[in-house]
């Protein structure tokens, strides 16, 4: 992006922001905006590497008179809501999966609506269920998800809706597919697969997988999930029709295809299997490859990694992590 207009997104709040997304967005969001304007905040303190590139605060985003006060004392025009808790961890304890993930948007959009923020939260395939279009799966179609996660996505697009519609706060989101990065570990989500593969590539040229070598799902590299994040909330309002539930995706994966990218760059490479059959049965209830023409349409979307492109990025950074390290 050549340069962000000034009158422009200048305070932002991120919640959330020690993840595997937010690991990513904040210094991208510095870059663009300031490093003083971006306000990292997390439920857990973060160690020196995500602390001392710019401002962090210990915020529990499920807190409502917390995330007001943070708002209000920097204030924020604009909150990036990445807290939540994933779906494998979710299914392992639902009650807390709809208690962060919904107490935490809530908490978001009220203060929003008192303070005149924006903003983004993402959205997951996990929206999707048994019962949907499996490929392609449209924008706009089914949605009955089998898990405590699938259904606090579907209840927080409804929610995003609901203050934009009624209380005008400008909300947006994409429904995010796997994302694939390097740096912060993914935060157990059913797609973890395909981050762990790379580091045991790099480390021991083995690995055991726990989908099914056939399961294929949409997949992301981070740059290009950081890049829709910031496209779709420097978009034109007017034109977004799908606002808070965007289908994005760049790629689909299976372990078997990944698999055989990596032995192109690692020949003696090799995957065994031991499914998981909770995290199989979460992948299956997920579409085979999602149709993103709306984002194309309505904000320009456009992946630049593909798998061969993410593979031999990915590896590039893990084997020299991994060789420096030791
Ligand atoms: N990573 C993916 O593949 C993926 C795919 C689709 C959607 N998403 C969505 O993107 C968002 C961010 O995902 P991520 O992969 O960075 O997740 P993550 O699990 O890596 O990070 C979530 C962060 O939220 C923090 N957190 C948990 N409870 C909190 C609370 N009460 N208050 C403040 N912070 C809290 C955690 O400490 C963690 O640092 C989530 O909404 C997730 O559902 C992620």
Redesign the pocket.
């Known amino acids: 992006m050549a340069s962000i207009a000034e009158e422009s997104l200048k305070r932002i709040l991120v ?8 690991s990513w967005l904040v210094p991208r969001l510095r870059e663009l905006y300031g490093t003083s304007n971006v306000l990292a ?4 303190q973060l160690g020196a590497e995500a602390t001392e590139g710019g401002p962090f605060q210990v ?4 807190q409502t008179r917390s995330v007001g006060q943070v708002v209000m004392r920097h204030e924020a025009d604009t909150v990036f ?6 779906s494998a961890v979710g299914e392992r304890d639902p009650r807390l999966a709809w208690h ?2 919904m107490a ?1 948007l809530e908490a978001v959009l009220e203060v929003a609506r008192e303070q005149g923020c924006a903003v983004f ?6 929206v999707f269920g048994p019962g949907t279009p499996k490929d392609p799966t449209p924008q706009d179609t089914v949605m009955r998800p089998g898990t405590m ?1 699938g259904i606090t ?1 579907v209840a927080g697009e409804l929610l995003c809706d609901y203050y934009h519609a009624r209380h005008g706060v400008d909300t947006r989101g994409v ?5 694939v990065s390097y740096g ?1 570990p ?4 059913t ?1 973890d697969w395909a981050v762990d593969i790379f580091h045991h590539a790099a480390a021991s040229a083995r690995y055991t997988c726990f989908l099914g070598p056939d399961t294929q799902l949409d997949m992301m590299y981070m740059p290009d999930a950081v890049r829709a994040i910031i496209a779709l909330m420097e978009a034109d309002p007017a034109r977004l029709w799908h606002r808070n539930a965007f289908n994005v995706t760049a790629m689909q994966l299976t372990p078997e295809h990944l698999a055989a990218e990596i032995r192109r760059h690692l020949p003696d490479f090799r995957v065994t299997y031991d499914i998981d059959p909770v995290r199989q049965s979460i992948a299956d209830s997920w579409p085979d490859r999602i149709d993103d023409s709306a984002a194309r349409a309505e904000w320009g979307w456009c992946p630049e990694f593909d798998i061969e492109a993410m593979t031999a990025d990915m590896l590039k950074h893990v084997g020299l992590a991994t060789a420096s390290s030791g």
């Open positions: 919640t959330g922001a020690g993840g595997q997304i937010g905040t997390d439920v857990r915020l529990d985003a499920t809501h990445l807290a939540a808790i994933l962060v993930n935490s939260t993402p959205s997951s395939i996990g996660y996505k429904r995010f597919p796997g994302l912060a993914p935060g157990g989500g797609t």
